[in-house]
């Protein structure tokens, strides 16, 4: 079966760090995707990981545990712009699976 | 912003009608795709295409068919609408390799009364 993982809420304070968690179990894996979506709004793209690690891309980081069937997505500096609902979505050959998604709340 | 859009963007109907969603992208991406988004189970794909006139069914085809006589449009129809297909519809687009990031439309908001 298909299954992905991550925590429904979360809350941090401005200028922090935060990480969101996710565990997946898919039939196929090419690779994972991080979206993030402003409520009322649709999903914008934030990060892809095809090979196992770290990748970086500015205030936004993301990791990869292939052989785990484990991703992170890493904030830094956290702003309140970041409050928003954030989605791993494993790709599974030419779909992307969408987990629930973490509503991260950002507090002054 | 990916040229892609969706109409209506928002939409009452009665319980039994036919509706049909448009999505349209100006971006000549192979892939587009059909997502539904309810509150406690995120994005739900319902249909993708992977080429004019090619489709197959996703997690929540049920009730839904689609069709794409052109790169650019790809229909959604709700054959008989029912309540419990209230939500908000989403379309996304993807380049010649699926592993592209897909790009999402601005939603269609559907209320079967």
């Known amino acids: 079966g298909q299954n992905i993982d991550q925590p429904t809420e979360m809350t941090a304070t401005e200028g922090a760090i935060v990480q969101i968690n996710c565990t997946y179990q898919?039939?196929?894996?090419?690779?994972l995707f991080w979206y993030q979506q402003h409520a009322g709004e649709a999903p914008t793209f934030l990060s892809y990981?095809?090979?196992?690690g770290l990748e970086e891309k500015g205030r936004f980081s993301s990791f990869l545990s292939r052989s785990k069937g484990y991703s992170y997505l890493l904030l830094k500096e956290l702003q309140m712009k970041d409050s928003a609902s954030y989605l791993c979505?494993?790709?599974?050959?030419?779909?992307?699976?969408f987990g629930t998604g973490t509503r991260l709340q950002v507090f002054p | 912003d990916a040229g892609i859009t969706q109409s209506p963007r928002h939409k009452v109907t009665e319980t039994g009608t036919p509706v049909t969603l448009r999505c349209h992208q100006t971006e000549n991406h192979r892939y587009m795709y059909w997502y539904r988004q309810d509150p406690g189970h995120g994005l739900r794909l319902i249909h993708y295409?992977?080429?004019?006139?090619?489709?197959d069914k996703g997690e929540v085809s049920d009730g839904y068919s689609v069709s794409r006589s052109k790169t650019e449009d790809f229909l959604l129809t709700l054959e008989s609408a029912t309540s419990s297909q209230t939500s908000v519809y989403f379309c996304a687009i993807a380049g010649r390799d699926p592993s592209y990031e897909q790009y999402f439309g601005p939603g269609t908001r559907l209320t079967v009364t």
């Open positions: 295409s992977y080429g004019v006139k090619d489709t």
């Open positions: 898919t039939s196929g894996f090419n690779g």
């Open positions: 990981n095809v090979l196992d």
């Open positions: 979505a494993p790709e599974d050959t030419d779909k992307l699976i």
